[in-house]
């Protein structure tokens, strides 16, 4: 029993420490008067810990133990501990720790740096970070909750901008009402199976030991709830609000963080539900439901991007485009074969890192009272801001899908997924609007690099640490896109 | 060969550093280069004559099967070389042609990357690997054609030619994961043992239209070719080497690789013979009335295009022969003649061809390169071009029925580009002086040895064809027909061809001789706007742009009430769907007749008399005018049902829900003493949109309890167990207080020590908020 206690508290390291670390914080905060900058290193430093510790159990294959395990003495089996959970723990704590070390000097320029900002952060990412772990339908929505509760703070973090508020305001009103309907539809699974542990699930589905019509309504409403959290069509239209409302970094952190963690509640659904529903014999609903999505999918991308088109705003541009990508991950959903889970993940990998190297461009070129923001405040960048346009260019390349930047393998695998699984128009859209978004992205390089400046930004000054989040995310950028086999073998060996 | 490949790559991360040290020879240096790679290259020559293929493999994504393999055939090599030999050209000429230009940094960046990507295209055997290669020399273009960026038609023409461009490599991406996953190979090698397959899959249309989407998007086949003589706004060294000589073969490149795997087909020859012959008819037509040096050349390098597809289209081994040669020919002249285009801009200042003749005055050597490219394209003897045009109409002869629609058109498009080149490489040079700056005089060694030696080499090769170009060209026919060879001669005999020929000269002459009348006759030909595919672009683009905007304002518009419309929207279509979906109606009758005659048992007048009152009082609420009444009404709503709780037995639940009424009626009156009175009220339509989703959306949920009333399906594992076990474990008789205090305690416990935290965190709120206001 000790024995099977200290496996589990070392497998689940990771999502233990940084949970009880956040709390920590929280209380920590109370203690340490007006010196912020033991909190930021105190944050800095809980998710370096656990960055490396879920690497290492993900590098010496410990996740290998939990095979071992005969009882969970500590999660009574309410965790899993496969590899995917970590390689998801790694991703979340690297964008957390990305936005932490970019808000900083973004928080300061706002003359608005307070403490509980480190902590929701580190709160926010133990929240994904138990949807990555989560074996258990109940376990995945507090894991959602305790995220989408800690976004609508963080959303709302300046509170003395009308606009900031506003965006947490519609982000709650909007993502209560979802949460509503992902709690109905998992209650109507536990209706039709009689249980909320995945693995049962898929064992009574197998078994044929379910009510059907319980379980499609189910997995509908848990799809129009997740939809919400990945802001698919037409559950995006809070995104761009909230992301262009939301300071800079946070939209940089809940438009790819928080999106990866819903993507990855999505996957759960699939593995568990949707892919053994599908062997059975009652499986057209599941096919309908498939087409659905795919439907859904496509419409995301289309929106997403024709929208982005339109946007004079780069914040806004950018969390359009935000849309559109969910549009790109969900088709991985969508195959529902172990192939677009890998897909659809390392998408999302790719996905955060360009992603927030972008919007932490944003958030170093804006001002104090979020203005300089439009399309033509960035003429001219690469005579007065040579690094920060150079960052530009490989985050957007990436974002547009150009090889060899790694947001190209993440489309192309997710493509060749879909024509594999039979969708090959919905891949033909996804061309489509790939070439769409590539219009855009690329009407910020021309101002970027081709259109002489036509007034200085003043009031910002060269990045310092956040110097250092564009440069690892670029880095990533462009290391996964040169060198993507190593995470996709990774992926599909863990399938 | 992966780093001859990447070396271009390599050499464009150290540009800057190369102009920093000696900004005088960078250039020079800069041109070892492709020199090396030309070198590089030949040496596989004397093997590819012997009849090998050379490949080489390396690993880079096995797991998506994206691997770096490259192979090296006869037409995979006579594409290398021609890329890396006129590189070597153009690196040198535009390194006296930029010397003044701040950019020439950045040329040398994007042309250097732009080889590297060329060459990865035609030597790379893994078609996934092809493709990044591919859309990289969209990218370079894209970068160089926006060079001189500070002119908006610069702007326009990049994103054009990207778009375009980038666009048809993302079909040709999905063909070939189409063509991947029939055939279970990404390899070019292996594939064309799959023909039959892929010919007589059932998606075989669609494979080849994504395909050919992406090559004539490449090769600027109609209708997509719009881009290229827009692209013109490049400077002339790239025109020359990207816009000629290389990339915009690419598509013509794959097309004939692709012969052995989709080819063949009656679909193959009518697209590809159909869009190649128009678009040849068509550019060399257009070309007559240009005035602008580089926009002719360019319009004739569209019908050269044209004409290139369309032998691939008829694709016998006859025509693929001629169409290297062709091709051979027209890199040689049409390289040339862009650089003397170049000089004349350079030294005169203009590209108007009505504002410039008699230069040979001052500039002898570009006349003579002029005048030796120009007779090359119009198909002189004893040119290469001359013998590429006979093969070409030897293969139109013989193309079986249409042969006389396929020898019309390529006689006409003959004459026109026969002129063309006249105008081009000859005209100018000729009559009287005319230029419009004074300073006229001959361009530096490096910008004229290179065309020199184009124009040079395509009359020793047309001479000498049997012995020079035979031996590589018979390998890169073999590489597509294994058993074929051709024999080149400048003189076949009295033959049709060399009357045709003859024929073309004699036109073509009289149409040099009539230029005037005869742009006053094409400009004549009124063709309505809304045909060209330009225009088609432009339609698309600006309808895109206001699309996305009408779009934005209609879902965008940033009300909440508006989003959680569409939100109720879609759960009443995807959830009413589903239910539907299982063809139910008839089971949802049944269920409704199963509660309604549970329901009918047990009622009694107290449940009939309740029931109307609720109706009533929601009525009422809907109706009412102002909010107080709304309130009221919604209160005794909640208050009788309190009261059916009691009825069937569940006091703690009444005393919950009246408490919670009381409350929330109370909450509600308070409000409603701070908000302002009510004015507005919406209007008839907005309110019968309202009443359909409430329907529905109610109706859904009252289906779903029904549903579940009557037929109680749900899994009775937990509520079988709590009825046993609540009195014999719990020892309490109301199995909802024992769940509450006993079997979730724990829960319970939590739940009233976050109340109480909250009603904390409220207190004090509440407090800050009074010294605020105190203050």
Known sequence: MANEIIKELSLGFPIFFISAMGILLVIFDAITGKNKIINYIFAIAILSITICSAGWILFSQYYNEANNLVIHPISMGMLAYNGYAYIFDVIFGIAALLTIIAAREYNERAEFEYKEFYSLVVLATSGMMMIAHSADLLLMFIGIEFMSITFYVLAGYFRKRVTSVEAALKYFLLGAFASGFLLYGIALIYGATGTLTFQTISQKITAQDYNNLYLILGITLVFIGLSFKIAAFPFHQWAPDVYHGAPTVISGFLSTAGKAAAIFALILIGKNIMFVAIRTLDSNHIITLQNILAVLSAATMLVGNITAIAQNNVKRMLAYSSVAHAGYMLMGIVANTPDGWAGASFYAAVYVFMQIGSFAIVANLEDKDGEYLDFSHYSGLYKTRPFIAAMMVVFLLSLAGIPPFAGFFGKYYIFKTAIDAGYLWLTIVGIVSSLISVYFYLRLLIYIYFREATEQILDTSEPRAAGFTLLISAALTVLLGIFPSYLIELLLYLR | MLIAVLSGFIVACIVPLIFKLNRKVAGALLSILPLSLFIFYLQFLPNVLAGEKILTTFYWIPSLKINLNFMIDGLN?????????????????????????????????????????????????????????????????????????????????????????????????????????????????????????????????????????????????FPFHFWLPNAMEAPTPVSAYLHSATMVKAGVFLMIKFLPILGGTELWMWLLGGFGGWTMLMASTMALKQTDLKRLLAYSTVSVLGTLTMLIGLGGEKAISAMIIYLFAHSLYKGALFLTAGIIDHETGTRDIRNISGLRKYLPITALIGVLAALSGMGIIPFIGFIGKEMLYETALLSGQYSTLFITISVISAVNIFAVMAYSGILPFFGEYKSPSEHVHEAPFQMTSGPVAFALLGLVSGLFAGSTVDGLTNKALQSIFPSASHHLALFHGFNLPLLLSALTIVVGLIFVLNRKSLVEFIEKIRIPEYFFPSKWYDYIFNGTLSFAEIQTKFLQNGHLRYYIFTILALFILLVGGSFFGFNTSGSILNAFAISIERSIAGIDIYDISMLITVLIASVFALLSQGRLSAIASMGIVGALISLIYIIYGAPDLAMTQLSIETLSVILFVLVLYKLPRFFTYSKLKTRIRDLVIALAFGSIFTMIIIFVSAYGKFDTGLSEYFAQTSYLIGHGKNIVNVILVDFRGFDTMGEITVLSIAAVGVYSLLRLRKQGGEQ
């Open chain 2, 77 to 221: 090599l006579l594409f290398a070389l021609i890329i890396s030999g006129i590189g070597f050209v153009v690196y040198l000429y535009a390194s006296a042609y930029l010397a003044k230009s701040e950019k020439i940094v950045p040329f040398y960046i994007y042309i250097s990357i732009f080889m590297a990507s060329m060459l990865g295209v035609v030597t790379c055997n893994n078609t996934l690997a092809l493709f990044v290669f591919w859309e990289l020399t969209s990218i370079s273009s894209f970068l160089l054609i926006g060079f001189n960026h500070e002119q908006e038609r610069s702007r326009y023409a990049a994103l054009q030619s990207l778009l375009v461009t980038a666009g048809g490599g993302l079909a040709l991406l999905a063909s070939v994961i189409i063509i991947g996953q029939i055939a279970g190979t990404y390899e070019i090698s292996q594939m064309s043992a799959f023909h039959s397959n892929l010919i007589n899959n059932a998606l075989y249309p669609s494979i080849l239209i994504l395909f050919l989407i992406g090559t004539f998007t490449k090769s600027a086949q």
